[in-house]
Structures are given as C-alpha cells and as structure tokens.
C-alpha cells in the first residue's frame, strides 16, 4: 500500500503496518514532526529527491510502501465479537469520502468498514482520507451485502428520526452512495431506517459527516 504524508506513516506503523520502504526529500523536517507529534513511531527514511521517483511527484515530504495486511474478509468482520458496529457504505463514490469514513470508525471504535462496488477501499487516496488508519480496523470490499447475525439499520435522510435505543448493540450500519443514498434492495431488507435531523430545507449530510454523527450518537447511548 503507498502511505502519502507523515500522518499516514505515523499511523500506519503506530498501528502495526510492516513498512517496505520510507523515503523523505528532507530528514530533518521528519525528524522534527517525529520527535514533536510522534515520538512512540520509530521511523528510518531513506533521504531522496522524491520527485526523481515517479512521474507525477507526490504532494507529501513523506511517502512510505507498507504490506497490506491480513484481515478478516466481510463475513468475519460481521462476525467478530461484541457490542461494537460495523459500518457498511453501499458503492461511495468518493475516496477521499471513504477515507474520512475509515478515520472516523477507527477513532469511534466500531468493529470494522465493509464497502460494496467498485472502489477500492485500500486505493491511496483512501488512505490519505484516512491518515493511515486504515491499520487500526478491519477494512474489506464485499460483492454483496450480508448481515451475518446483526441488525441492519438503514441510515436514510427519508428514515424515523433516530432516537435513543434506536441504534442497537451490534449493528450493522449502511450509508448510501453519495448522490442516490441506499439502494431500494437494501432498503427491503433493512430492520430499521433511521434519520438524522436536519433544519427544513437541507436535504443530506456528507456522508462522512453523516457517518460520524451516527457513530458518536451510538457510544454515548
Ligand atoms: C450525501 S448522502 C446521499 C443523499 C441522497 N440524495 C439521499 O437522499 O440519500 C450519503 C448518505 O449519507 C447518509 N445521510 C446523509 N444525511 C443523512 C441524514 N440526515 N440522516 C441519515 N442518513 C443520512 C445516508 O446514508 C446517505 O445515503
């Protein structure tokens, strides 16, 4: 996986990323974001003129290979223990959207991300979106949509006005694609589907914003 920044580094490796390679275009610059945001990741860069690597330069002083790690598929995910939800984006369109939805369910503690079309969840722009933290949980693309033993909540600008209880322990939580929300196959299936309130007149939440909301919403409960 290319890692893009020191953030994506640094919480890449914090969270047990092997890294296969670490090139920076100014050492000390690095060792200086190191030693002030995060002197628990140990880093050895190889200094080199980055744009002399590829033909597009990256935009980050950073840029680092990691393995891609070994990780429950969709249906162990949906499987793993605990009160925790997963989070479930039907075809997002936007990397840098599911990015942001990966930083934010590592940062909120649910189980794992599962993603349905054709977007690669681990593409680098999505781990830019997340800052690398897609180390931190689970994160798989799955051909079709499965619930295993969970409740599925529909999260839908059209659903019941979510309250508490309305989020159960173990859910499985979906968001639309960001110009056409759920699909209407998911919507059948669904056990619940719930709204955040919004003032009259607007009509959805970004989707990471809206991910975000119902994820806090679910641990304060
Ligand atoms: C940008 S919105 C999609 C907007 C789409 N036109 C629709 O009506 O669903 C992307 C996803 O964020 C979630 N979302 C956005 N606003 C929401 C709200 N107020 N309540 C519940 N879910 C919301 C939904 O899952 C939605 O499918």
């Known amino acids: 996986m290319v890692l893009e920044g020191f ?6 490796v914090r969270f047990g990323a092997e890294l296969l390679g670490l090139w920076t275009a100014d050492a000390d610059e690095l060792a200086a974001l190191s030693a002030r945001l995060a002197p628990d990741v140990v880093l050895s860069p190889t200094v080199v003129d980055l744009s002399a690597l590829a033909a597009v330069v990256p935009r980050a ?3 680092a290979l990691a393995r ?11 499987a793993l223990p605990g009160p925790e939800p997963v989070v479930l ?5 936007h990397l840098g959207n599911l990015g942001a939805v990966v930083r934010v ?4 503690g649910a189980a794992g991300v599962i993603t349905t079309g054709t977007q690669d969840p681990w593409h680098a722009d999505a781990l830019r979106g997340s800052a690398g933290l897609h180390f ?10 499965r619930t295993g033993d969970r409740p599925l909540i529909a999260l839908d600008p059209e659903g019941t006005v979510v309250g508490p209880g309305v989020i159960p322990p173990r859910a499985l939580l979906a968001f ?13 299936v669904a056990d619940a589907r719930v709204a955040l309130p919004m003032r009259p007149g607007v009509s959805s939440l970004n989707l990471a914003t809206a991910v ?5 919403l679910g641990a304060a409960r």
């Open 7 to 12: 953030h994506a580094v640094k919480h890449a």
């Open 61 to 63: 002083q950073v840029v």
């Open 68 to 78: 891609r790690p070994r990780q429950p598929d969709p249906d162990g995910i949906l």
């Open 89 to 93: 984006l039907e075809a997002p369109r």
């Open 105 to 108: 369910a590592a940062a909120a």
């Open 136 to 145: 931190a949980l689970p994160v798989a693309r799955s051909r079709v949509v």
């Open 176 to 188: 639309g694609t960001e110009r056409d929300g759920l699909t209407d196959e998911l919507l059948a």
């Open 212 to 216: 975000s909301a119902v994820l806090y």
